[in-house]
């Protein structure tokens, strides 16, 4: 029955995760670096960058368009910056092999940056503001995509899904952190709604002929929209700017004329700033941290819950219970490691 659900224990889905990826050709640190993004987001219930993930990926590496073995470049071009250059291999290798660096870099200079370039993304963009948080660090992360959303007050595909992720280290508790598209909804979750034939809610997308449409197909192949109207469009704009132009790669218009109609996934850049509160604060920084507990305090008081609390508590249930795919989904992955010509 297609409502029905495969449970996996973790290591089942890191284990396939490799298989899939290595038997479509994807070679050496990057099969680790990928399996392990997309393990975390089926383990945190984020169902749209979970292991549907490895369909996308597979899809990408079919196209040809992501290089399945290059091995990133790290430079740094000035002390408060760090480039990774992916050369066109998928984003989290060149991430985690950049990691050390824009750490060593904030602590020395109280803030610093990293431009990823020439990478192919596909993932969530938490798992990298997580890792800076575990380092006491105050993060932020985002990225262009492929021109699939309209302008407000337009009607034609011209942003990307751009995605900003921010991340709040908290001494005693889960991290804060928020990670959520510019557009109304991810096109994975629009992508989700098409696989098991539900129509999405009014507001995420309008058809080709620039009609509101509920019809996830429909909003796919006409243009999705933005989050909040204007204020969306115009965070939209900046995500484009400050991880297109900004860092020499590109904007979402041009990473989608890149495509070609491959159907890959985006390919561009990413923007990742770290912040140590101790530039600016030094020893006082602890004192100021413990009043940032007292506003989410009062968050919680008034029965709001932060974001970052469901992934936190979802993780806890998957590690000790695995995780729920659809079986159509699972079925669809283990169909891969049929496929006569990977
Ligand atoms: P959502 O609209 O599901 O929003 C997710 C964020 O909002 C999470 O931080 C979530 O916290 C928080 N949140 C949700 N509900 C609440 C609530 N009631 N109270 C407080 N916080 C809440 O995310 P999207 O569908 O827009 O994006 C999903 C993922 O897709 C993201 O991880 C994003 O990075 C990824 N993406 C990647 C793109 C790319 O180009 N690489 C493009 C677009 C999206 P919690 O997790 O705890 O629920
Ligand atoms: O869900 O919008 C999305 C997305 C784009 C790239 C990776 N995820």
Request: contains cysteine.
């Amino acid at each position: 029955m297609e409502n029905d659900m495969v449970t996996m224990a973790l290591d089942e889905v890191d284990l396939l995760a490799r298989r899939v990826l290595t038997r479509h050709g994807l070679r050496g640190d990057h099969v680790d670096a990928v399996a392990r993004t997309i393990v975390a987001g089926e383990r945190d219930g984020c169902a749209s960058h979970g292991v549907y993930r490895l369909l996308v990926a597979v899809n990408t590496l079919k196209s040809g368009k992501v290089d399945p073995a290059v091995e990133p470049v790290i430079t740094r071009p000035a002390p408060g910056l760090v480039r990774a250059d992916a050369g066109g291999g998928f984003a989290q290798l060149a991430i985690e092999r950049a990691l050390s660096a824009l750490v060593d870099s904030a602590r020395t200079n109280g803030i610093a940056a990293l431009a990823v370039n020439r990478c192919i993304h596909f993932a969530a963009l938490w798992p990298e503001v997580e890792m800076l948080v575990e380092h006491g660090l105050v993060a932020l992360a985002t990225t262009p995509s492929h021109a699939w959303v309209a302008p407000a007050g337009g009607s034609r595909p011209l942003f990307g899904t751009n995605p900003i992720a921010f991340g709040w280290p908290r001494p005693d508790a889960s991290p804060f952190v928020f990670d959520f598209a510019t557009s109304a909804a991810a096109r994975g979750e629009i992508e989700l709604h098409r696989r098991a034939g539900n129509p999405i809610p009014a507001g995420w997308g309008i058809d080709a002929d620039g009609h509101p449409t509920t019809d996830a197909q429909a909003a796919l192949d006409g243009a999705m929209l933005t989050w909040g109207g204007y204020k969306g469009s115009a965070l939209s704009t900046m995500v484009e700017l400050i991880a297109g132009p900004l860092i020499g790669d590109l904007t979402s218009a041009e990473s989608i004329a890149w495509d070609a109609g491959a159907g890959a996934s985006p390919y561009g850049g990413e923007l990742i700033v770290a912040i140590d509160p101790a530039g600016f604060l030094g020893a006082a920084a602890a004192g100021h941290l413990a009043r940032a507990e007292t506003l989410f305090d009062a968050l919680a008081a008034q029965g709001a819950r932060l974001p970052g609390a469901r992934r936190h508590a979802n993780r806890k249930l998957s590690v000790a219970e695995g995780v729920r795919v659809p079986a159509a989904l699972h079925r669809d992955i283990m169909a891969l490691l049929e496929e006569e010509d990977a």
